[in-house]
């Protein structure tokens, strides 16, 4: 059963700091998701990932994997407040997704 | 979100009672799902469907039911509601490149 791991599930960044956010994941999979949620919205893609060494930025936030390690990392750089929300990956498991518990992210000024 | 419509945005049930949630999509995906997401939660895979016709168990499918006899309508049914299916429900579609993209969402309060 694949798994999927978050950390940290809460984040109080300043603005301007840099940080990352980590998804760790259980079983061999090369397609990895990152999507972003708002408050009583829907989610929003942000990046898909579909090989190992994928590297893909927008704006302020830049996401990789490393499908050998499992890992894939979101990373926030020089945070400003309109980036305050929940983010998510998720891990393509045979055409279905498989969530991790999402990142709280609050950015205070 | 583009091309995936939900209805209704809210409901309220009574414990017992039964509703469809309705999802329509005009991208012509054949790869549909249905996920449900809990307070401070992420989503849970109910039931997925590849094609018309052919529909599979998520990771939580007791208490609901589904059909797919058209590429564009997946809807989501549940018979005898309880409190445990209070949640946010999200229709979502797959297609080729693979980004999944969501419906709006459905907020269900049973009581």
């Known amino acids: 059963e694949l798994k999927v791991e978050q950390n940290p599930l809460f984040l109080s960044m300043q603005e301007g700091k840099n940080y990352t956010i980590y998804c760790n994941y259980s079983?061999?999979?090369?397609?990895l998701y990152w999507y972003r949620q708002d408050p009583g919205k829907s989610l929003e893609s942000l990046f898909v990932?579909?090989?190992?060494?994928a590297v893909k930025q927008e704006g302020r936030l830049m996401a990789s994997l490393d499908t050998k390690a499992r890992l894939s990392t979101l990373h926030i750089t020089a945070a400003v407040h309109d980036l305050s929300a929940t983010y998510f990956c998720?891990?393509?498991?045979?055409?279905?997704?498989?969530f991790g518990a999402g990142t709280i992210l609050r950015v205070k000024s | 979100n583009a091309g995936v419509t939900q209805t209704p945005k809210f409901r309220i049930l009574k414990i017992g009672q039964s509703m469809t949630l309705q999802c329509t999509q005009d991208?012509?995906?054949?790869?549909m799902y249905w996920y449900r997401q809990d307070p401070g939660m992420g989503l849970k895979l109910i039931y997925y469907?590849?094609?018309?016709?052919?529909?599979d168990k998520g990771e939580v499918p007791n208490g609901y039911n589904v059909s797919r006899s058209t590429t564009e309508d997946f809807p989501l049914r549940l018979e005898l509601a309880a409190p445990s299916q209070t949640s946010v429900y999200f229709c979502?579609?797959?297609?080729?490149?693979?980004?999944?993209?969501f419906g709006q969402g459905t907020r269900l309060t049973v009581v």
């Open positions: 998720a891990v393509d498991m045979e055409n279905k997704l498989v």
């Open positions: 079983t061999t999979s090369d397609r």
């Open positions: 990932l579909l090989s190992n060494g």
């Open positions: 991208m012509n995906h054949n790869y």
């Open positions: 469907s590849v094609g018309a016709g052919i529909t």
């Open positions: 979502a579609i797959q297609g080729d490149p693979v980004e999944a993209f």
